[in-house]
């Protein structure tokens, strides 16, 4: 039989016993929820790696890839998109749209101009390769006097070529003004379909662009012409 004061000392042993088993328990449990959530982290920055490496690569484009705007990749509005503006009521419209309007037909008068004048050049480019294909024939047949004639000819085409070049190059550079003038105008920045009249008015320009752009180019042509032709009158001098 046990006595009164060694029950009471196996009953603290077996609640000490029992409680230190609750904190292991416990210590077990914190432990273990601790190693899973770093796991958790672990598994996730790759992901999210992945993901800041793919937009990255969709602004700034990968190696035969176009560029993505960070708006666009975003899903935003592109810059073009956000420089259209709203245009004006009233009054102020039309003021607009007839200004635009006045400046576009006085390029197309230009370009018009521009296009008659390089006529005019390369009808005496043409002139000059002829006089001097005959220089060089009245030379070889040792026809001095035909020769010298042919020769002030051709003076006098140069002269006349100068001035035609000139001339050209004026009205080159004046349209060039003109549509530089035009693209810096408010309403090229309008809103799609918000005026018939700019609607056209600016197909017109565009295509008054690209006209000027060939003339350009039969410019250089011309130039290219007029060098050769020089070349061959000083291996005649």
């Not at 196996?10 to 609750?22: D, F, N, P, V």
């Not at 937009?55 to 993505?68: L, N, Y």
């Not at 060939?214 to 032709?229: D, G, H, N, T």
């Amino acid at each position: 039989m046990l006595t009164a004061g060694a029950k009471t000392s196996q009953a603290r042993s077996a609640a000490l016993g029992a409680g230190l088993l609750l904190c292991l328990a416990v210590l077990s449990w914190q432990i273990a929820l601790r190693a899973s959530g770093a796991s958790l982290d672990t598994e996730a920055e790759p992901a999210a790696t992945a993901a800041n490496s793919q937009t990255v690569a969709k602004e700034h484009g990968e190696p035969g890839q176009p560029r993505i705007p960070p708006t666009a990749a975003a899903g935003g509005t592109s810059a073009a998109e956000s420089t259209r503006v709203h245009p004006p009521k009233g009054p102020a419209k039309r003021q607009q749209v007839m200004k635009e309007a006045q400046l576009v037909e006085k390029e197309r008068h230009l370009v018009q101009r521009e296009q008659h004048a390089l006529r005019e050049e390369e009808e005496l480019v043409k002139r000059e390769e002829a006089n001097l294909q005959q220089e060089q024939s009245a030379l070889q047949s040792g026809h001095t006097k035909e020769f010298r004639k042919l020769a002030r000819a051709q003076e006098e085409l140069t002269k006349h070529l100068r001035k035609s070049a000139l001339e050209a190059q004026k009205l080159s550079d004046s349209e060039r003004k003109q549509r530089a003038q035009i693209d810096g105008l408010p309403i090229e920045q309008w809103e799609a379909r918000t005026s018939q009249k700019h609607d056209k008015t600016i197909q017109v320009h565009a295509k008054l662009a690209v006209k000027a752009a060939a003339l350009e180019r039969q410019q250089q042509l011309l130039e290219e012409r007029k060098r050769r032709v020089a070349q061959r009158q000083l291996a005649l001098a």
